[in-house]
């Protein structure tokens, strides 16, 4: 099953030797001894699939017991936040650079005359603002290291950029349209703009047209990756934005219900990343871009569908059908449950300056629309509500902006 690789065998089966070691890792920990014990060491890239799949519980666990450290050459040991949405922070480890010298080996969005505005959050322990450091770093730009500002700060600093002449800014898409929309809201331009570097999230098909506005010569250079694996892949402006050319240091695998996983054939990655699955879904492909071998098209987390009330509520097309909606920069769906049983749905949207939609009309058609919405909520429809707010519910631990959040209600 060899298609199912980003890599061909004869490029990946004489670097097995990282994934063995891994494994003989992942077999020295306790509570996880019991899942490896009938495996042989993966010598073939089927051997390698027949292995257990790792999350991120079992990931997380072994991190506890093995708490690696990088080499003496490579620097510090560096602590990051590798948790879901919930609970309290789970830990990731990376040394100093962030393995970021092989993807700008393969990946230079940034030259040398970029003016790079990092504007990932830093501090918390969050990984994406020091890795677009370490990259810019190797870029030899020059680097605004801004982070994450309040919201009556933006029309300042984005008048700073314009004078600054600022060619270049990276974030989550989240954070990118909240920069845009500020600088629509103002009538801001960014004429010197020409790039825009994400990770973290999907890109937003929304953030298309604030660059329309705000910066018509910008194009999107993205990443893919996640705490556990670091970059896995990265896209040009060539490619669509949910495809990615993979690294050779990452193996990606296409196993059951389309869950990638993902194995690590870097001798210095320290978490042990072997099978791990991210949640979420993807194929190998060939990117329309023309580059040569397989590209990963990700289609999305799997864990995206919710029950309510028994049915199966598909998240991310409900939040998509709302932001298809002209006037609506960002929906959010939150779950209000009583006593395990689901209460309310609430339809956040984030109405964008010039044309709110019709809230009413929204939530009827997607009542209409949405089978699990109509059935669960066939005796009780004002359960689910489609409301105006200033502001989405986001973590502020993760800083991230969910397309979903569960409560407990009162
Ligand atoms: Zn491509």
Redesign the pocket.
């Given at each position: 099953m060899t298609d199912l690789f980003s890599l061909p065998p004869a490029t990946a089966e004489p670097r097995l030797h990282i994934a063995r070691r891994t494994l003989e890792q992942l077999r020295s920990v306790p509570e996880l001894a019991h899942r490896y014990a009938g495996s042989g060491a993966p010598r073939t890239l089927d051997d390698l699939a027949a292995l257990p799949a790792l999350d991120k519980d079992g990931l997380n666990t072994a991190l506890a017991h093995l708490a690696p450290r990088a080499d003496r050459g490579a620097g510090a040991t560096w602590l990051f936040q590798s948790g879901g949405s919930t609970g309290a922070p789970k830990v990731g480890y990376a040394p100093t650079g962030f393995y970021m010298a092989g993807v700008h080996a393969r990946w230079q969005p940034l030259e040398r005359d970029d003016v790079f505005v990092n504007a990932w959050g830093a501090g918390r322990m969050w990984g994406a603002h020091f890795l677009a450091a370490a990259l810019a770093d190797l870029s030899g730009c020059r680097i605004l290291a801004v982070g994450s500002v309040a919201t009556e700060e933006y029309a300042d600093w984005l008048a700073f950029f314009a004078a600054a002449g600022v060619t270049a800014i990276g974030g989550t898409p989240s954070v990118l349209r909240l920069w845009f929309a500020h600088a629509r809201a103002a009538g801001l331009e960014l004429p010197a703009l020409r790039k825009v570097l994400w990770l973290g999230e999907a890109w937003q098909p929304q953030l298309d047209a604030d660059l329309a506005a705000v910066a018509p010569r910008a194009r999107r250079w993205g990443m893919f990756g996640s705490t556990e694996t670091w970059v896995v892949g990265t896209?040009?402006p060539?490619?669509p934005a949910d495809?990615f050319?993979t690294l050779p240091e990452q193996l990606v695998h296409v196993g059951a219900e389309d869950l990638l996983d993902f194995t690590t054939l870097n001798p210095d990655m320290l978490n042990p990343v072997l099978r791990y699955r991210t949640g979420d879904a993807g194929t190998l492909l060939a990117?329309?871009?023309g580059?040569p071998g397989a590209?990963m098209r990700v289609l999305g987390r799997r864990d995206s569908v919710v029950q309510v009330r028994g049915l199966g509520l598909d998240v991310d097309g409900v939040v998509a059908r709302a932001e298809r909606e002209p006037g609506v920069s960002r929906a959010q769906l939150v779950i209000t449950e009583l006593r395990g049983r689901v209460a309310t749905v609430d339809l956040l949207l984030l109405t964008a300056p010039g044309g709110p939609p019709d809230t009413e009309r929204l939530r009827k058609d997607l009542l209409s629309a949405t089978f699990t919405l109509s059935t669960a909520f066939q005796h009780d429809p004002e359960s689910f509500r489609v409301r105006r707010v200033d502001e989405l519910i986001s973590n502020g631990r993760t800083g991230k902006t969910a397309a979903l959040v569960v409560r407990e209600g009162a």
């Open positions: 896209n040009t060539d490619c495809t050319h990117c329309p871009c580059r590209a």
